[in-house]
Structure formats: C-alpha cells, structure tokens
C-alpha cells in the first residue's frame, strides 16, 4: 500500500511530500516530535512556568577574572613530598648527555598510544635533547633485563622521540625520574 502512494507522489511530481512518506515507510509507527530543526520542534510556552532567574552587576574586574583564565601553569609549590607520587626535576642534569624536558605541566613526557582498536600498544618518549641513541640503549637494556625478552624500538632524532613496542611507561617514568628529569 505505502509503495502505490509513494509512487503516485512521485509520478505527480511532489518533491515536498517525498521526505513524510520516505520517513513514514522507514518508520510506521513512530511519530517524531522533532524531524529536522529547531523550527520544527514546539515553542516554548508560557514563561511564567520557569524559575526567576536574578542578574547581578559587576564593576567588570570580577567579570574579567572569570572570563580569562591563565596561560601559565603555576610552579608547584616546593614540598618534600606529594600525595601524588610527581616528583619535581633535579637541578643537577646538566651534566648529562642526554635530557629530557618535562611539558608544560611539569610532567615527564611519556605517553602511551593505543591503535588499531587496542592491538598495537606503543610508548612513547619526547622532548629528548642530546645522545637519543643513548637513552634508547639504556632503556632497552632495562626493559629487557626486567622482562627476560627482547623488544622493538624505534628513534626519530629529527623529533627527538623515541617509541616502545609494548606498554613500558612505568619503566620508562621510573627510569627518567631516577635519573633526575
């Protein structure tokens, strides 16, 4: 029955009734309050059924220092020790061959990426400056010794990152905090 009136409409050449019919064959028995936009949904109503809402004036100052907010992360303040377990950088990694800059948040820049739905699991090392094939040697050699089994690595010293087959992060942050970066 739905296919005759679709394709009398048709032959009659009514674009207009077109969409209603192909959403009423798609879907015989529901009816939608919303189809397209907001220009089709129901208007509000009467007003009177929502809350009185109060606005406050401001001199403007409190207004600005909530709208902006700070592009500089705060130093953390100097403690002995964090609930958290961060450890803040030594001052003493000058002498390194190697460094490893912590990001904007203070953080050590070791992450973990996981693609092709969850198979390929890579942890990756950045902002490395110096001896990169160094500190790839040393943390594979870590790796490896506490796991009993060769891995794969991969370095990019144009963007000064290293990458681990497998999930090493807590290797890796330990290794990198140890050393004091």
Do not use: H
Not at 26 to 40: E, G, I, L, T
Not at 151 to 171: A, L, Y
């Amino acid at each position: 029955m739905m296919a005759r009136v679709l394709f009398r409409s048709l032959q009659q050449n009514k674009p207009s009734n077109w969409s209603n019919l192909l959403r009423s064959a798609a879907a015989p028995n529901v009816d939608s309050v919303r189809q397209s936009s907001f220009r089709s949904s129901e208007p509000v109503g009467d007003l009177g059924q929502f809350p009185e809402v109060e606005v406050e004036e401001s001199t403007g100052m409190e207004a600005r220092r909530a709208v902006t907010c700070s592009r500089i992360v705060p130093k953390p303040l100097a403690q002995a020790d964090y609930p958290s377990g961060w450890k803040p950088p030594m001052a003493a990694t000058v002498d390194k061959k190697y460094f490893v800059a912590r990001t904007k948040n203070f953080m050590l820049p070791v992450y973990l990426r996981r693609s092709f739905r969850g198979q390929r699991i890579v942890t990756a090392v950045r902002r490395i400056d110096g001896d990169i094939w160094l500190l790839e040697a040393e943390l594979r050699y870590l790796i490896e010794k506490k796991l009993n089994k060769q891995i794969i690595t991969r370095v990019n010293e144009m963007n000064g990152q290293i990458e681990f087959k497998g999930d090493f992060v807590t290797i890796v942050e330990g290794f990198l905090a140890e050393k004091g970066f």
